[in-house]
């Protein structure tokens, strides 16, 4: 046998299988690798919870805080206690930041299925309510900048009135004044600012409604939401009044303005006849004087003077057979900024015929009968003359007093609108009593007062009409941004009083024609009153304002003058015009006591309006007249494409067509959106 070297040489009773303790030892190095992975595994998962646990804990520490501060602030910006209002507002951004740090630290979620959803939303409304905090934070600075004027007056007069705590406008001294409105000229850079934020503040809250009711997120600033609301509307208030303040507080010197009484009893296309105005010189806010007059007296000054040819337009020469354009009858434009205008100048110039000094007017404020009773229900019943004067009656009465009274009281003529001047110093005087703790209803009462186009202002300044112009406060005729326009304006032509009982109804249809859309806007009068000493036939020159391009087709319902001149019912002739970018249809028409009359104008809209439906999307803006009473709007709109939304919504019946239909009351300008 034999062997291999190697085989030869081992010992006797050696084994050659391979020796035990060499795999034994590999065994045991394996079971410590496996070990020290579990445990490094182990401690970095324990390192894991604990960096959640501490984002999490941040995050709930954090809001838990900032929802307590922000609820503190909320009852003292109501308690106006600014100084702590920003001590809490400060808290808030405090635990805020602790909270978004926290969300930072789990940034990671984001990236997971559902979870990262929640984790967006949540991190949505972080963002939202430090944005809320900012824009309070500012508010308060502004909101502390001014009342710390009005409290300076309040210590001004405190030691002349021991006790004072709420100190009307009218007893500031006049320092205190300039200085309150210079302070709130000045602010208008940061009051701008702050109206950006709050409008993207308020879009970011609106991240809570899709949360599907998160526990905690929504009572964490729910609480607050409120009154970020309130200060928004606030602020879009304030943003205007204080591009204005500089003018019509007079701060640069002497202001005087006119005061337009627009008599919307018998209305006219700037809001109503002008039977009544003043002259108001304000300086530093401070009211230097005030003086009214009959506008027939100022018209009586260049009567049968030769020199003075103002012409009128063409439809008061027609029907109130008046070539000569008096004061009285300046109220034409249905802008009120161009009406206002027209009657500065004729003002002016009937002064200046006559030889007198024309006075230097700034600006004008006009404000309609219906105004004039929101006023009085504000302040409360006025008594001048042994007559009381409150919200209901005072159209009335004012009326009665001018035209039947006087006579009866053996007043002259020419004095007997001197009580229209009494009443507005007396209501002048009750609104600069008020005290400081109701500014904030004043100002709504005005804002309602724009939007309802029942008070309007004008400025000769062109920064200042422009601020006005933004705002809405103008009256201005425009069709901004809107594919198609309607404005229906009624002229009373010698019809007394009668447009409180003259209901309208405005019926507004389009449909496919020639390739683009035929409109029809058919106005329907309805006279529910009966002849007396303030109510006759109704006489109106009806002007639509249309896009402009549009084409006039046909007119039915109009007439050359009224029944009792007219008898055979010969249509009256359509002047077309163009001005403020539209397209003008005018004609005149007459209604009886008891009857209705319907004025239908047809007319080709222009290609803009085809091109608008085509491209996908409508807008209707309808406008309202300044001074007339609430219009019943009926639309019945046939694109021939199928409707996919609409603004305002139809009713859901009305679904599934090309047409949109809507009913609504045109007491403010509405527009209307559908979407192909």
Not at 109 to 137: C, F, H, M, Q
Not at 356 to 374: E, K, N
Not at 461 to 485: E, N, P, Y
Not at 555 to 565: E, F, H, K, Q, Y
Request: net charge negative; hydrophobic share 45%; aromatic share 10%.
């Amino acid at each position: 046998m034999f062997l291999e070297p190697s085989q030869a040489q081992l010992p006797p009773h050696h084994h050659t299988e391979t020796p035990a303790a060499p795999p034994v030892f590999l065994h045991a190095k394996r079971k410590r690798g496996r070990a020290g992975f579990v445990i490094v595994g182990a401690f970095v998962l324990v390192i894991f919870l604990a960096y959640v646990g501490v984002g999490i804990t941040r995050i709930v520490n954090g809001a838990l805080a900032a929802r307590t501060a922000l609820t503190l602030a909320k009852t003292d910006i109501a308690d106006t206690d600014f100084e702590q209002a920003e001590t809490n507002l400060a808290l808030a951004h405090e635990g805020l930041i602790e909270a978004q740090s926290g969300a930072s630290m789990l940034k990671f979620t984001s990236y997971i299925p559902w979870l990262g959803a929640r984790y967006n939303a949540g991190v949505a409304v972080l963002d939202a309510t430090e944005k809320t905090v900012d824009v309070l934070e500012e508010a308060i600075g502004i909101a502390q900048d001014i009342y710390s004027v009005v409290a300076e007056a309040r210590s001004t007069l405190a030691w002349q009135e021991p006790g004072a705590a709420d100190t009307p406008i009218h007893d500031l001294p006049v320092e205190v004044k300039r200085t309150l409105f210079t302070r709130l000229a000045a602010s208008l850079p940061s009051l701008r600012t702050m109206q950006v934020r709050l409008d993207l503040a308020t879009e970011d809250l609106a991240t809570f409604h899709e949360l599907s009711g998160a526990a905690g997120i929504d009572d964490l600033i729910a609480p607050f939401e409120t009154v970020l609301v309130k200060l928004k509307t606030g602020v879009d208030f304030l943003v205007p009044f204080a591009g204005i303040t500089r003018e019509f507080t007079g701060l640069d010197g002497d202001r005087q303005f006119l005061l337009m009484f627009l008599n919307d009893t018998e209305l006219r296309p700037t809001g109503g006849f002008l039977g009544t105005y003043g002259l108001l010189v304000i300086r530093d806010g401070d009211m230097k004087s005030l003086t009214t007059d009959d506008t027939y007296a100022v018209d009586a000054l260049v009567a049968g003077n030769p020199a003075y040819t103002a012409p009128s337009p063409a439809p008061i020469v027609k029907y109130l057979e008046q070539p000569i354009w008096y004061f009285r009858d300046s109220t034409w434009s249905p802008d009120f900024g161009a009406g206002a205008k027209d009657a500065i100048a004729l003002l002016r110039q009937e002064i200046a015929a006559s030889g007198q000094p024309a006075p230097q007017v700034h600006g004008a404020f006009g404000m309609t009968t219906t105004f004039l009773s929101d006023l009085l229900e504000f302040v409360g019943p006025l008594t001048v003359d042994g007559q009381t004067y409150t919200s209901e009656n005072a159209a009335d009465l004012l009326e009665f007093q001018v035209e039947i009274a006087f006579e009866q009281q053996g007043i002259l003529r020419a004095d007997r609108k001197d009580i229209v001047g009494k009443l507005t110093n007396a209501l002048l005087d009750k609104l600069l009593e008020v005290p400081s703790s109701r500014f904030e209803e004043v100002f709504a009462l005005l804002a309602e007062g724009f939007a309802k186009k029942e008070v309007a202002l004008y400025s000769a300044d062109s920064g200042t009409q422009a601020v006005l112009d933004d705002a809405g406060w103008s009256g201005k005729v425009s069709q901004g941004t809107a594919a198609d326009v309607l404005m229906v304006v009624d002229a009373n032509m010698a019809s007394l009083k009668s447009d409180p009982v003259v209901k309208r109804t405005v019926n507004y249809a389009i449909a496919p024609h020639n390739g683009g859309f035929q409109a029809t806007a058919a106005i329907t009068y309805k006279h529910e009153g009966s002849f007396d000493w303030k109510t006759s036939r109704y006489r109106t020159y009806t002007r639509i304002y249309v896009p402009v391009g549009s084409e006039f087709i046909s007119v039915t319902g109009s007439l050359a003058n009224d029944a009792i001149r007219n008898p055979q019912g010969t249509a009256g002739a359509v002047t077309t015009e163009s001005e403020f970018g539209l397209t003008s249809f005018g004609t005149f028409t007459s209604v009886e006591p008891g009857q209705s009359r319907t004025l239908t104008f047809t007319y080709q809209l222009p290609a803009s309006v085809t091109t608008a439906v085509a491209a996908g999307s409508y807008t209707l803006r309808m406008l309202k007249q300044i001074g007339a009473d609430p219009r019943d709007v009926v639309l019945r709109l046939d694109f021939n494409h199928a409707l996919r939304s609409a603004v305002p919504a139809e009713g859901f019946s009305l679904w599934g067509d090309d047409i949109y239909d809507a009913t609504d009351t045109l007491d403010t300008n509405k527009e209307y959106r559908v979407n192909f």
